[in-house]
């Protein structure tokens, strides 16, 4: 049934079409049953040949004088979609070469990383190998007692001022106020922070009130825990920074909330001016900040004396930080290897494009009668093959893969064959 695997297909001095090294066939419905033959009648190889059947792989020699180039519309759409890929692949070759610059290996991320690790490496060989070992590391060290103390300090100050922060704001919300106290001397009083006696009473006769602080310390310390494993855990320590904000966004609504309720029942025309929305509350924006704003700083101050604290051993320090810097590297080079691999599928993808605009092709309506005279001739050889039941059984399946695939072939007709 093959007539030729290389053949030209037309005069093309005549027809004006190139050579293309195709199979030309007399018979598609022969065909069909001498592939199906040779397949045993298999459904994916089925599928593989209709692939065939629509790119113009195999033609009949009626068909070879058909071929008709695509419309200037349809090669204007596929030259968008060529500009639009070599963008996109200009924009991953950027992020690819911020890691590592193909073209300069001096450049990028991953050599300045490397660079550093050079140094420390060179400061830890000095510091042991060097036979005034104490001098040495003296000479590298950078620990201060008085920041050590002044962030010590900070961080107590700052760790009982959100003890008394989230106890007065928990009571405020679950137990309200008092309105004698809240209107006390005839203007609107809102203690956000409780005087001392009031803070050991809360302590001493709400114990569950401290929940609240004890969690947002846990929380601040479990994102330092995370943190110093690397950037592979980011997202847990935006997880968490996240959980902290939400947590004060509903206090500072419900301090909003039980204000305005209070107001509300006061129903005192000198108060009426402050019921206001919640996002135009300047209270709920205050509460907010005293909460997640000190959370914030007090986090800063807590990384910046571990920070100091660590400088007081300078080998585990360099360590330290080495295999941190080895670990960036690594989760760097496995980023810039899935940018290449897209790199690659982007090249291949503008490749194929620019063979398609270029293409000639057979019209849409001829490529659906050849599968079908195809699928006659694949149906034929079954029906041979199983018999009558097992057949139809073969042949439903064959059918449905064909009507499958030429309804994706009249959804595209408008991207690729107009």
């Known amino acids: 049934m093959i007539i030729s695997g290389k053949a030209k297909l037309a005069d093309a001095g005549k027809n004006h079409l190139p050579d293309l090294s195709n199979i030309i066939v007399k018979d598609l419905r022969g065909y069909g049953v001498e592939q199906a033959g040779i397949y045993k009648g298999g459904i994916e190889a089925y599928k593989g040949m209709l692939h065939k059947i629509r790119s113009g792989s195999i033609l009949t020699e009626q068909d070879a004088v058909r071929l008709v180039p695509k419309t200037e519309e349809t090669k204007r759409r596929i030259q ?18 911020e890691i590592h610059n193909s073209k300069d290996i001096t450049k990028g991320l991953v050599p300045i990383k490397q660079t550093e690790i050079n140094l420390l490496k060179n400061q830890l060989d000095e510091i042991e190998g060097s036979r005034s070992a104490l001098s040495t590391e003296n000479k590298f060290n950078t620990f201060s007692w008085g920041t050590y103390c002044f962030l010590f300090f900070l961080l107590i100050a700052l760790s009982f001022y959100l003890l008394y922060f989230y106890m007065s704001v928990a009571d405020f919300a679950l137990n309200g106020i008092d309105p004698f106290v809240l209107f006390q001397e005839g203007r609107l009083n809102i203690q956000l922070l409780p005087n001392l006696r009031r803070l050991v009473y809360l302590i001493i006769n709400y114990p569950p009130l401290i929940v609240f602080p004890t969690i947002f310390f846990a929380l601040g310390t479990s994102i330092h825990l995370f943190s110093e494993r690397g950037e592979r855990y980011r997202k847990v320590v935006i997880g968490l920074l996240a959980l902290v904000l939400v947590g004060d966004v509903l206090l500072a609504f419900q301090v909003h909330t039980a204000v305005n309720e ?17 996002f135009a509350d300047s209270r709920f924006y205050l509460v907010l900040f005293l909460g997640f704003g000190v959370f914030a700083i007090w986090s800063a101050v807590y990384y910046l004396l571990q920070m100091e604290w660590a400088k007081r051993n300078q080998i585990k320090m360099r360590y330290t930080r080495i295999a ?64 009558r039941d097992k057949g139809e059984e073969q042949i439903k399946l064959i059918n449905e893969a064909t009507e499958s695939y030429v309804g994706e072939l009249k959804e595209f007709q408008e991207s690729y064959f107009k």
């Open 80 to 97: 968008k979609q060529i500009e639009a890929l070599l963008e996109k692949f200009h924009e991953q070759r950027s992020k690819a070469d």
């Open 262 to 278: 209070i107001l509300i029942k006061a129903n005192r025309e000198e108060f009426k001016s402050l019921i206001v929305p919640v």
């Open 324 to 387: 941190r810097l080895q670990d960036e590297i690594l989760q760097l080079e496995e980023k810039r290897m899935l940018y290449e691999t897209e790199l690659n599928h982007i090249a291949r993808r503008v490749e194929s494009l620019g063979k398609e605009k270029d293409r000639m092709v057979l019209p849409v309506d001829t490529i659906e009668k050849n599968i079908n005279y195809f699928r006659d001739g694949w149906n034929g050889y079954l029906s041979t093959l199983y018999g």
